[in-house]
């Protein structure tokens, strides 16, 4: 079945520094989106990206959607200790499905 | 936060009994979807449902079996619970299809 790969699967950063990571799929992609859990807690949607080459942003967070739609991107810019925690992408389908990459966590030394 | 609850949040229970988790959601969102999350294997889609008495099988399904009968509940059963389902159930509900998801809080499930 599809799989959605995630790199890396952990990151240490000191507070200030920035912060990617990747998720890459062999075909094709529907709609990526993205979600953060923090420690302890549940998963929370931070955004949809549809469009081949779409790039969007959250106040320090950037997301990019590949050219290819197979390929997506979440960059944190001046990590702060707040954005500790888990994100995942995940394929969205219009079955309703999501294929959920494996995450990458991040820690940020203050 | 979505109106969702789950319940238990938190179950022990011994190899080979029966085990229901449920789900409630105050939304009226069709979807509704029930995951388990295992360290190095992120959130693996056990069932979902796209409408009452509609399921359909995620890619985690075997041991598992689900039930919807009113929109705001959709309950998940162990029929014999192994040592392997130990893990952390989530449940999540959705307007549409490719919408975003919304999840509990997690039920946190021991099976010794």
């Known amino acids: 079945g599809q799989q959605v790969m995630q790199i890396p699967q952990y990151q240490h950063v000191q507070e200030g520094e920035d912060f990617t990571t990747y998720c890459n799929s062999s075909?094709?992609?529907?709609?990526i989106q993205w979600y953060k859990q923090r420690p302890g807690g549940h998963p929370v949607f931070l955004i949809q990206l549809v469009k081949s080459g779409e790039v969007k942003k959250q106040k320090r967070l950037t997301f990019q959607f590949g050219e290819a739609k197979k390929n997506s991107s979440l960059h944190i810019t001046a990590t702060q200790t707040t954005d500790v925690g888990t994100y995942f992408c995940?394929?969205?389908?219009?079955?309703?499905?999501?294929?959920f990459g494996q995450g990458t966590t991040l820690q940020v030394k203050p | 936060d979505a109106g969702i609850t789950q319940s238990p949040r938190h179950k022990v229970t011994e190899t080979g009994t029966p085990v229901t988790l449920r789900c409630h959601q105050t939304e009226n969102h069709r979807y509704m979807y029930w995951y388990r999350q295992d360290p190095g294997h992120g959130l693996r889609l056990i069932h979902y449902s796209y409408g009452v008495k509609d399921t359909d099988k995620g890619e985690v399904s075997d041991g598992y079996s689900v039930s919807r009968s009113k929109t705001e509940d959709f309950l998940l059963t162990l029929e014999s619970a192994t040592s392997s389902q130990t893990s952390v159930y989530f449940c999540?509900?959705?307007?549409?299809?490719?919408?975003?998801?919304?999840f509990g809080p997690g039920t946190r499930l021991t099976v010794t």
């Open positions: 075909t094709t992609l529907s709609n």
């Open positions: 995940a394929d969205s389908s219009n079955t309703g499905k999501l294929i």
């Open positions: 999540a509900i959705s307007g549409a299809a490719t919408s975003e998801q919304y």
